[in-house]
């Protein structure tokens, strides 16, 4: 809405002679003279018409009145949408503040969890240190059968899937995340090779890693730490994975999404992500991170395609010899849903590495001669 007193210069308690007067003094003012270009004769015509409207108004005492209860009825509206405005406004800003309390509480509690979950894995021989500040950690997995294979139910299964049957495996330990690029690059100095660890991924699985160097690492590691790790065998990184409960997935049977797991390039990144990204959602039953998707694992075995018609029920190591190992979990390159089941095998020659090939470590508790639990 106009406002006319301020068109005609005057206080909303101005007196009808003092109206009139300043309205015959801008309509002097607003004559252009003979010689005033077009531009300047249209701008006075504009005001002219603006200051005649007001005077139309302010000088007849009944739309005066009516023109001053709709200024008084406006100036409430206007005040209530602001109060509306600052009402929204100071409730986000609550909301905001109630959301950033409850983010900072969950990661103070998430903390402490980590804290008390460290402390716990190290007093029980679970957290190894590579070097000052590098420590890799380690998770139990208790003794106990397991289902091992698919079943003739899931579509997505191959030969060297089946048949499924049940295996009974010793208590060990297994890497809760996948080997690091800063793990690996203390390996590397350690052992004097040139290796320059990638940018800004210290976190991030190491990559391009044959089976014959992941298995090297396990050696050194095993010097370093005073423990004797190795890859975990198919059927020890299978149980980690998916638990006792035969689910296809280390989380369930639900499919896979992107704030499960780290897979399918053209879903996602296109690259790795640093271990645990998808903790605690994509975690298998012991907790472990990543067991599908992000980098494909080397396991100890060999690989046959009919090794599970022959496999013994207990402790399975694999065929004594053969021309590939076995990977497991799926990786994020070109991997779909049937590549990052609990029970989906992969091969590859053991001195070649490829940009999504990594692994974990595994101790067998069974290493333990002198009684104690490892």
């Given at each position: 809405?106009?406002?006319?007193?301020?068109?005609?210069?005057?206080?909303?308690?101005?007196?009808?002679?003092?109206?009139?007067?300043?309205?015959?003094?801008?309509?002097?003012?607003?004559?252009?003279?003979?010689?005033?270009?077009?531009?300047?004769?249209?701008?006075?015509?504009?005001?002219?018409?603006?200051?005649?409207?007001?005077?139309?108004?302010?000088?007849?005492?009944?739309?005066?009145?009516?023109?001053?209860?709709?200024?008084?009825?406006?100036?409430?509206?206007?005040?209530?949408?602001?109060?509306?405005?600052?009402?929204?406004?100071?409730?986000?800003?609550?909301?905001?503040?109630?959301?950033?309390?409850?983010?900072?509480?969950?990661?103070?509690?998430?903390?402490?969890?980590?804290?008390?979950?460290?402390?716990?894995?190290?007093?029980?021989?679970?957290?190894?240190?590579?070097?000052?500040?590098?420590?890799?950690?380690?998770?139990?997995?208790?003794?106990?059968?397991?289902?091992?294979?698919?079943?003739?139910?899931?579509?997505?299964?191959?030969?060297?899937?089946?048949?499924?049957?049940?295996?009974?495996?010793?208590?060990?330990?297994?890497?809760?995340?996948?080997?690091?690029?800063?793990?690996?690059?203390?390996?590397?100095?350690?052992?004097?090779?040139?290796?320059?660890?990638?940018?800004?991924?210290?976190?991030?699985?190491?990559?391009?890693?044959?089976?014959?160097?992941a298995a090297a690492f396990?050696?050194?590691?095993?010097?370093?730490?005073?423990?004797?790790?190795?890859?975990?065998?198919?059927?020890?990184?299978?149980?980690?994975?998916?638990?006792?409960?035969?689910?296809?997935?280390?989380?369930?049977?639900?499919?896979?999404?992107?704030?499960?797991?780290?897979?399918?390039?053209?879903?996602?990144?296109?690259?790795?992500?640093?271990?645990?990204?998808?903790?605690?959602?994509?975690?298998?039953?012991?907790?472990?991170?990543?067991?599908?998707?992000?980098?494909?694992?080397?396991t100890a075995d060999w690989?046959?395609?009919?090794?599970?018609?022959?496999?013994?029920?207990?402790?399975?190591?694999?065929?004594?010899?053969?021309?590939?190992?076995?990977?497991?979990?799926?990786?994020?390159?070109?991997?779909?849903?049937?590549?990052?089941?609990?029970?989906?095998?992969?091969?590859?020659?053991?001195?070649?590495?490829?940009?999504?090939?990594?692994?974990?470590?595994?101790?067998?508790?069974?290493?333990?001669?002198?009684?104690?639990?490892?």
């Open positions: 809405m106009k406002d006319y007193y301020a068109v005609l210069g005057v206080t909303p308690n101005a007196a009808p002679e003092v109206i009139e007067s300043q309205y015959r003094a801008m309509m002097k003012a607003c004559r252009p003279g003979w010689f005033a270009s077009q531009r300047v004769k249209a701008a006075a015509e504009a005001d002219t018409q603006e200051i005649g409207e007001a005077y139309g108004t302010l000088s007849d005492p009944v739309k005066r009145a009516a023109y001053d209860h709709a200024v008084v009825e406006a100036r409430q509206r206007e005040a209530q949408r602001r109060a509306r405005e600052e009402a929204d406004r100071m409730e986000r800003i609550n909301l905001e503040e109630a959301r950033r309390k409850k983010d900072v509480e969950a990661r103070r509690q998430a903390a402490t969890r980590k804290t008390e979950r460290m402390a716990l894995a190290q007093r029980e021989g679970l957290i190894l240190t590579l070097a000052p500040g590098i420590t890799l950690e380690l998770v139990r997995v208790p003794a106990g059968e397991f289902l091992m294979g698919s079943a003739k139910s899931d579509h997505l299964t191959h030969d060297g899937e089946k048949p499924q049957h049940r295996v009974m495996l010793d208590e060990y330990l297994i890497g809760k995340y996948d080997v690091t690029n800063e793990q690996f690059d203390v390996y590397m100095k350690a052992i004097h090779r040139g290796w320059t660890m990638p940018w800004k991924r210290e976190t991030h699985p190491v990559v391009y890693v044959a089976w014959d160097a396990c050696v050194w590691a095993s010097q370093v730490t005073g423990r004797k790790l190795k890859l975990p065998s198919e059927a020890q990184w299978e149980k980690a994975a998916r638990g006792t409960d035969g689910r296809i997935y280390p989380w369930g049977n639900q499919a896979p999404n992107e704030k499960l797991l780290n897979f399918d390039s053209s879903l996602l990144f296109g690259a790795t992500t640093p271990v645990g990204k998808y903790s605690p959602a994509g975690d298998s039953p012991y907790g472990l991170a990543d067991m599908a998707g992000n980098v494909w694992q080397w690989y046959d395609l009919d090794y599970y018609a022959i496999s013994p029920a207990s402790n399975p190591t694999g065929p004594a010899s053969g021309h590939y190992h076995v990977m497991r979990g799926g990786s994020y390159n070109r991997c779909g849903r049937e590549d990052v089941r609990s029970a989906n095998r992969h091969w590859f020659v053991s001195d070649e590495d490829y940009p999504c090939y990594g692994f974990r470590v595994a101790v067998n508790c069974s290493n333990n001669t002198d009684g104690t639990r490892c």
